[in-house]
């Protein structure tokens, strides 16, 4: 009599994705039994909260699949017992990531103000970024200015660069700013007018033929509207 002696022989594969967020998504446990007889497996992944057993005839596959979703980066255990122990871990990255950048002066000159600003896709999927702005003189509940704006980001492109630009006069303001992916923001800064001075001769009005040193002082005025987060001076002198 010829006896053949056999064990389990279970292959296992996970499948999960590279990027992931906001919407579900799945992780997939492929198990086959390779073997010639019956064999038993328990899948647990404590993330999803998954526990699930399976007896595989011979020649049998089997996949055990766990939804969830991340708005974070996270990473997963897949822990399998029975008739194969093994424990293996899978990360996944989360794909909506941007990076967003302005550069808000604490000063301008009345007339044309521009404040530029870029926005990236640092993650691995692409997505759409709804851009929000607001402009407030200091005190003011009703802004002076709205825009709503809408940018396609994808991973590994350039930074998408854009502008602010308004027409404003003297006194101080509030930007207020939030893209889709980053929080709310907020930034003052004052509007000064153009072309306030005065320079004074601090030495008679006559001189000699040839070179004369001729002192003079600079007296610059900037009249602060309402409030301001800023502490500046009204009036400074410079020579």
């Keep these: 009599m010829l006896v053949e002696v056999v064990e389990p022989e279970i292959s296992t594969a996970i499948l999960s994705p590279g990027f992931a967020g906001d919407e579900p998504f799945e992780i997939k446990i492929k198990i086959a039994n390779e073997g010639k007889i019956d064999a038993s497996v328990t899948c647990v992944i404590p993330e999803?909260?998954?526990n699930e057993s399976l007896t595989l005839s011979p020649g049998e596959e089997r996949i055990i699949q766990a939804?969830?979703?991340?708005?974070a980066t996270k990473t997963y255990t897949v822990q399998l017992s029975g008739d194969i122990e093994k424990t293996e871990s899978r990360t996944v990255q989360y794909g909506y990531?941007?990076?967003f950048n302005m550069n808000i002066l604490p000063a301008y000159r009345e007339g044309t103000v521009s404040i530029g600003y870029q926005l990236a896709n640092a993650g691995g999927l692409p997505f759409e970024s709804n851009f929000n702005a607001s402009l407030f003189i200091a005190g003011a509940a009703e802004p002076l200015f709205s825009i709503n704006r809408r940018y396609n980001l994808y991973p590994g492109a350039d930074p998408t660069a854009d502008v602010l630009q308004w027409e404003l006069a003297p006194g101080?303001?509030?930007l207020k700013y939030q893209t889709t992916k980053s929080g709310p923001g907020?930034?003052?800064f004052i509007v000064t007018p153009s072309g306030i001075g005065t320079i004074t001769l601090l030495t008679p009005n006559n001189?000699?033929?040839g070179s004369s040193d001729i002192e003079f002082k600079i007296t610059i005025v900037i009249p602060l509207v309402g409030t301001s987060a800023y502490s500046l001076?009204?009036?400074w002198e410079t020579r």
């Design 67 to 71: 939804s969830t979703a991340i708005t």
């Design 186 to 188: 907020e930034s003052i």
């Design 207 to 209: 001189h000699p033929i």
């Design 48 to 50: 999803t909260g998954t």
């Design 172 to 174: 101080n303001y509030i």
């Design 97 to 99: 990531v941007e990076n």
């Design 233 to 235: 001076p009204s009036k």
